[in-house]
């Protein structure tokens, strides 16, 4: 009975038939193969060499820069860090950060939570759904420069459309980009409109992927409107509004365009941020190694935000394929 208890595997692996050879591939067909994937290569190569010619080479050049003292048409020398200690001491270098951080907290207040609400409403109609996401995602197919000249003359203290509305219902007027406590949280506004569109479809397409389910058992339950939006809504889209807020983040503390065409870094520096004033090292004052020096210092700040984005990007699509 041992024997053949111990003999029976091995004449059962004998009686299955081995797995049949796979025939060599002609050499044509590898042949084949490696042109297919070179023509891939070359198609890849003209997006790679814009990436080097206008990102990645400006960016290395930039830092070089940082590091030495550069004037167009001249031979650049090696300054070391005294780019920095200059840009450090500059008594704009305070204001420029400080209203540079002000815009980024006053439009994670203001544009993060508009575009979220107007998803939920826009989630909630049953007609003209199509015309209002056209209508809330127009301002972004308007040029940025357009954009903030039409809020220019919006903004004008004498014939403006704000302050003549303000008139029509006789209340008081405002300085808006003319007072030096009004002009940050007015350009805030500016941007906020024009980046709202694109904000507003990502929460949309969030909101559409909950289950209806959720919904109906929290309205089972005798959950409320707001009581739905906190436990259901909220937690569902926890991750695209955390990825949203980053790249808000980026953005914002990029924010250049409206300060330039709207205010000119005014009035008292009340909108001059590190983005001006690095427009302003380099085009004003000639200074191309301290425009360097703050763009290396930015660079590494939205570096960091980068690599929080990217981690929390794995993380999160970790957690979607398990």
Known sequence: MTKTAERRPARERAAVPPPPRQPP????????????????????????????????????????????????????????????THVLHDPEFADAWRNTLVFTGLALLIGFAVPFVLALVLNELRHARAFFRVAVYLPVMIPPVVSALLWKWFYDPGAGLANEALRTLHLPTSN??????????????????ANLGGTVLIYLAALQSIPGELY???????????????????????????????????????????????????????????????????????????????????????????????RLTRSGSGQEDA
């Open 216 to 310: 109906e058992a929290a309205e089972l339950d005798g959950a409320n409107l707001l009581q739905r939006v906190r436990h259901v809504t909220v937690p569902q889209t926890r991750f695209v509004i955390l990825m949203l807020m980053l790249l808000q983040i980026i953005a914002t503390m990029q924010v250049f365009t409206e300060p330039f065409v709207i205010t000119g870094g005014g009035p008292e520096n009340a909108t001059v941020t590190v983005l001006y004033l690095i427009y302003k090292y380099a085009f004003l004052y000639n200074d191309f190694g301290g425009a360097c020096a703050l763009s290396v210092m930015l660079l590494v700040l939205l570096g960091l935000f980068s690599a929080l984005y990217l």
């Open 25 to 84: 591939r002609p050499a044509g067909h590898r042949r084949r193969r490696l042109a297919e994937q070179a023509r891939a290569y070359a198609f890849l190569l003209g997006g790679l060499i814009c990436f080097a010619l206008f990102s990645w080479y400006p960016a290395i050049r930039a830092v070089v820069i940082a590091f030495q003292k550069y004037t167009p048409g001249q031979r650049p020398q090696w300054v070391g860090t005294a780019n920095f």
């Open 176 to 193: 808006w980009t003319n007072g030096a406590d009004t002009a940050l949280v007015s350009l805030v506004l500016v941007a906020t409109w």
